[in-house]
């Protein structure tokens, strides 16, 4: 039977407001100013009709409404509820007639259409004007005593507060600003299932105040896209200098740094390198170090650039990073003869063998990866094969690994709405677990146990989102014929790989897995003609060579036309 999209309540957005706030009040009431504990506390005195109502006006955009166009079906008394919202603080009615209606004119005269604009004023002539001009004119016929502002509407406007408070508690609540509300509507129509994983307030994300407040100043200092391509390094710089300090605040640090490496690129982009330098310098995330090098070699600063790429060898900050200095150091600093030495032996050439296909329509419609897995079936007619990109390896991660990644510990998880903990990617992430880590491990004792734990774990958590498992890929029967034929030491120097940089190695697998008749197996890596081998491809076959288990790379190459040779 199909899927029946879930039919949500006509209020739903008002149960799920007060359980933000339900949820906040719980966890942080200590970190509350005054004026957030009053918000909570009013809110919840309203009648039901005024809740919804200013529910729905914080969904809308802006502050400013026009009282006549607010209709919704399950408030029956629009007017009422807004007199009732005037009364405790949540809006201001501000009418026609009155002084705040004079000074705040521009606010509110920007609601009207240009037509409305255009007959109030009188004048046909300027219905071609940009609407911004008509406010202004309007605004100024008003400040003349000219207009009347009652010649626009005889309704109130209402302009809505509580903003202020309500992004302290929408922070608290999500850990950030980016989200909203529509996450419960996500989970709502079940487009996804999370985890119910506690958060309490020895494991909740803030503990002070002090804490709150900068995150609150990083948010409100954060740019948009927009504001980086027109700013000058003066701006750019002085951005930088702006961050709070983040002391021992991990969150904090995480996002300050990605600020400041954004800030770094976009200085590089003005060629202001000393500039990006010093940012750069203040970063303790990838990719500030790899920036760095290549403007150090850009400069011409050749020594510098030899002893910073030697630092960054001897302790990479992930696979990435290792994998650029294999690729930058060898081209860009041939003199320094030890350093690529050392490089050249991390490299790996992986086997390759060549597969001509036909360049028919066939092949353009399934995709090289598929069309490939089509032609070695044919060849194998006895052989299992999938197309099982970053999905089999990371699944199986996934299961086995499932209640480590989801222990509920200290700035873990923010919300009922998260898909991985928070240091999912920090380099402590196993040591922070390092109990329930050993007892994951502990599964890959032999393939029965190994089996089991998968086999359990899928049918616990079935459709319960995960950064690692793709419900749609997965199943009983995949897993069992995945364990029956991969080795368990194989799955641990898989996972062993995995987590020494969930980031990057959760990604770059090979397109096939052969399951062969004789129970062996491969791993095959499809290139197309002009495809290359990315990073973390690389990264993820060096692994494999080193652990004897059997990769190699497919060159799919075109097969002659034969009209060519006829020709």
């Not at 320094?336 to 092949?363: G, K």
Request: hydrophobic fraction near 40%; charge should be negative.
């Amino acid at each position: 039977m199909a899927d029946v999209t879930p039919e949500l309540p006509a209020t739903y957005y008002l149960d799920n407001f007060c359980h933000l706030l339900s949820q906040v009040r719980d966890l942080y009431d200590d970190l509350l100013s005054d004026d957030e504990r009053s918000f909570c506390r009013d809110f919840f005195q309203l009648s039901t009709a005024a809740q919804c109502l200013y529910v729905r006006l914080l969904g809308r955009r802006g502050d400013w409404f026009r009282s006549e166009r607010l209709e919704y079906r399950e408030i029956d008394d629009i007017p009422a509820a807004l007199r009732e919202l005037a009364s405790q603080r949540f809006v201001q009615l501000v009418f026609p007639t009155s002084e705040l209606a004079r000074t705040t004119c521009h606010e509110w005269v920007s609601l009207f259409t240009r037509p409305e604009l255009v007959a109030v004023l009188g004048r046909g002539s300027l219905s071609g004007c940009p609407k911004e001009q008509l406010v202004t004119l309007v605004c100024d016929e008003v400040a003349e005593g000219n207009l009347v502002l009652t010649t626009l509407t005889d309704d109130p406007i209402v302009c809505v507060y509580g903003e202020q408070e309500l992004d302290t508690l929408r922070l608290l609540f999500f850990g950030n600003l980016h989200q909203n509300l529509t996450d419960f509507v996500l989970r709502d129509l079940g487009i996804y299932r999370y985890v119910e994983y506690e958060i309490s307030t020895s494991t909740r994300w803030c503990q002070t105040r002090a804490q709150l407040e900068r995150h609150a100043q990083l948010f409100a200092l954060w740019p948009d896209e927009l504001w980086f391509r027109q700013a000058s390094v003066n701006d750019l710089v002085s951005l930088a200098a702006s961050l709070p300090e983040a002391g021992d605040d991990r969150i904090l640090r995480r996002r300050s740094d990605r600020l400041l490496n954004q800030t770094g690129r976009q200085l590089e982009r003005l060629s202001a390198s000393t500039e990006a330098l010093a940012i750069y310098a203040k970063s303790t995330h990838h990719p500030a170090r790899e920036r760095t090098l290549r403007l150090l070699v850009q400069v011409g600063q050749t020594d510098q650039a030899e002893t910073y790429a030697s630092e960054m060898a001897a302790a990479p900050w992930c696979e990435e990073e290792l994998q650029f200095l294999m690729s930058f150091v060898p081209r860009k600093l041939k003199d320094a003869v030890t350093l690529c030495e050392l490089l050249n032996q991390s490299r790996h050439q992986p086997q390759s063998d060549l597969l001509v296909l036909p360049a028919d329509i066939s092949r353009t419609e399934l995709g090289v990866e598929r069309a490939t897995a089509e032609a070695l079936a044919r060849e194998y007619p006895g052989d299992n094969l999938f197309y099982c990109e970053n999905l089999l390896i990371p699944g199986m991660f996934g299961l086995i690994f499932w209640d480590a990644v989801f222990a509920p510990l200290e700035g873990a998880f923010f919300h009922p709405f998260q898909i991985r903990p928070a240091d999912l990617y920090d380099q402590d992430f196993s040591e922070k677990r390092q109990s329930l880590m050993t007892r994951c491990w502990q599964s890959l004792a032999d393939p029965d146990t190994l089996l089991n734990a998968a086999l359990g774990a899928f049918e616990r958590y079935h459709g319960l989102a995960n950064p690692f498992v793709h419900w749609g890929f997965l199943s009983k029967e995949l897993l069992t014929l995945a364990v029956r034929s991969i080795p368990v030491e194989h799955w641990q120097k898989c996972f062993e790989f995995m987590l020494r940089d969930l980031r990057h190695h959760r990604a770059g697998l090979p397109d096939l897995i052969r399951f062969c008749e004789d129970g062996s197996y491969e791993l095959i890596e499809v290139k197309g003609p002009g495809d290359t081998l990315q990073k973390n491809q690389k990264a993820w076959l060096q692994a494999f060579d080193r652990a004897g288990i059997p990769a190699r790379v497919l060159l799919v190459r075109d097969a002659p036309d034969p009209d060519d040779h006829a020709a």
